[in-house]
Nanobody, 126 residues
Framework: DVQLQASGGGLVQAGGSLRLSCEYSGFPLDLYTIAWFRQAPGKEREGVSCIVGNDGSIEYADSVKGRFTISSDNAKNTVYLQMDSLKPEDTAVYYC???????????????????WGQGTQVTVSS
C-alpha cells in the first residue's frame, strides 16, 4: 500500500528557509520517482522538483533553481525539500507524489503521478 505523508510547512518571512519532509512507505524508492508539487490559491498545481530513485537524477522548476534542494534519506524512507531564500510567491500548499516506473521525460508533469500525499501549507510573508 503506497503511502506518502508531507510535513514541515509553516509561516516564514521572505528570505527565510523551511525544510519539507515526505515520508513514504509501501514501496522501494529505487523503482519510483518522487516529486514535490505546489498549488497556490486560484492557480494550477505545478511541479517544483523531483528525484529519480534508481539513479538519483534531480530536476527543478526554473522558478526554484538555486534556492530549493531535493534530497533523499533511504534509511528513513524520506525525501526532503530544503527551501531557502523564500519569496512570497512561493506561498502554496506543497504536495509530494510518486510514480512508477520513472518517466523518461517531463518528470514535473502533474498528470504522470499516481500516488499523492496530503499537502502541507507554506506561507511566506513579505
Amino acid at each position: 500500500d503506497v503511502q506518502l505523508q508531507a510535513s514541515g510547512g509553516g509561516l516564514v518571512q521572505a528570505g527565510g528557509s523551511l525544510r519539507l519532509s515526505c515520508e513514504y512507505s509501501g514501496f522501494p524508492l529505487d523503482l519510483y520517482t518522487i516529486a514535490w508539487f505546489r498549488q497556490a490559491p486560484g492557480k494550477e498545481r505545478e511541479g517544483v522538483s523531483c528525484i529519480v530513485g534508481n539513479d538519483g537524477s534531480i530536476e527543478y522548476a526554473d522558478s526554484v533553481k538555486g534556492r530549493f534542494t531535493i534530497s533523499s534519506d533511504n534509511a528513513k524512507n524520506t525525501v526532503y525539500l530544503q527551501m531557502d531564500s523564500l519569496k512570497p510567491e512561493d506561498t502554496a500548499v506543497y504536495y509530494c507524489a510518486a510514480v512508477s516506473p520513472s518517466p523518461f521525460r517531463d518528470r514535473l508533469n502533474v498528470k504522470l503521478y499516481d500516488f499523492w500525499g496530503q499537502g502541507t501549507q507554506v506561507t511566506v510573508s513579505s
